[in-house]
Every structure is written in structure tokens, then in C-alpha cells.
């Protein structure tokens, strides 16, 4: 008999404690139910695109009190057991859901009212809407995803809306983002 015989092996998964002990600049990622997902740095049209989303949703929040805007991937605890964490372009919050610690207690809970995504050059378009549903899932009331190479963008609304829209079209926040309004092309701008 080896060594090992009668031993079992096992894998934990990894849990939002555990995720927030690693260094977001040297292992950028997600945690998609317990595993550990790296993630690549964007391409600067990427970045300038989440600024424009950034800018407009800000402007949205003073004109609106009670909101709060994230960018830059911010930790959005979206299940548990095993736990997923994911982290949107851009997101839009109400402030008194906002968490105000550090590590896994300052991560939200549950998925934003809107959150964003951006597909990325290694992103295929069907692993950026699995996470849009995960965010529909997990409470949001709507998603967006841009795809900066037709100028276009998805509206995703619960239960099983979809809506795709092109440069000229006007984006608007419906009844998650009631009076926010504008043209898809200034997303790119």
C-alpha cells in the first residue's frame, strides 16, 4: 500500500476573506464560485471608455442625492458557498448600501442597481454575459455592456430583457436610473 492510499485529497474552495489577502496589483482577478479567476490589465480605449461611463453616472448622482459611483472594479460579493466576487468597469449604487470597511467588509453586498461592463480584448462576448447574468441574479436592475469596437451597447433588465443599441440611440436608466438619458455615442466620446 503507498503512502497515500486511504488519503483523500481535497481542494478548498476560496472564500472572500481569503481573496482579500491577495495584492489586487500583482494578482488582479475575480472570484467566481470558490476559484480564483486572474484577470488582465486593460487597453487605454478600455480605460477611456470607463471614464465616460464614470463621468456620466457622477453627474447623474449629484443631479440625483443618494447614489454612489465606482469604477475600477470594485468588489461586488455576488454569492456564497461557494462565493463569487466580481468586480464591474463601472457601477452605481445606492449609498445606503455602501460598505464602508476595508478588505471583504468593504465590498458590497450583493450586485449594484447598474452595473457596467466593458468587453475587454481577451473578454469573449459570452463570458462577459454570463457575469451580466450573474449581476441580474445576484439583484441588479439593469446591465450594460459596451462593446467599443461597433459603438454599441446591451441593456440587460430582469427578468429576460435585452436591448441593443447603436451610436445614435439614446441610452437611458429606465426605472433603475429614472431621468438618465443619453446618446450611446458619448460613451465613445
Known amino acids: 500500500m503507498s503512502a497515500t492510499a486511504g488519503r483523500t485529497s481535497t481542494t478548498r474552495s476560496m472564500t472572500f476573506d481569503d481573496a482579500a489577502r491577495l495584492d489586487p496589483d500583482a494578482q488582479p482577478g475575480e472570484l467566481v464560485d470558490g476559484k480564483w479567476v486572474p484577470m488582465t490589465r486593460n487597453t487605454w480605449r478600455h ?3 470607463v471614464v465616460n461611463v464614470s463621468v456620466l453616472l ?11 459611483v465606482a469604477g475600477g472594479d470594485p468588489g461586488t460579493k455576488l454569492a456564497r458557498n461557494p462565493d463569487r466576487l466580481r468586480g464591474p468597469d463601472v457601477a ?8 464602508r470597511g476595508k478588505g471583504a467588509e468593504g465590498w458590497l453586498d450583493g450586485a449594484p442597481e447598474l452595473a457596467v461592463e466593458i468587453l475587454g480584448d481577451d473578454q469573449s462576448a459570452s463570458d462577459v454575459l454570463k457575469k451580466a447574468l450573474e449581476y441580474l441574479a445576484a439583484g441588479a436592475a439593469m446591465v450594460w455592456v459596451i462593446d467599443a469596437d461597433p459603438e454599441r451597447v446591451m441593456v440587460l433588465t430582469p427578468p429576460d430583457r435585452v436591448r441593443i443599441l447603436g451610436r445614435e440611440d439614446t441610452l437611458d436608466g429606465g426605472a433603475a436610473l429614472p431621468g438618465f438619458a ?5 460613451l465613445f466620446g
Request: hydrophobic share 40%; glycine share 8%.
Open 58 to 68: 457622477k453627474l447623474y448622482a449629484r443631479a440625483h442625492p443618494g447614489w454612489s
Open 92 to 99: 452605481i449604487a445606492r449609498a445606503e448600501r455602501l460598505p
Open 47 to 49: 480605460g477611456e471608455i
Open 182 to 186: 443619453c446618446k450611446v455615442a458619448e
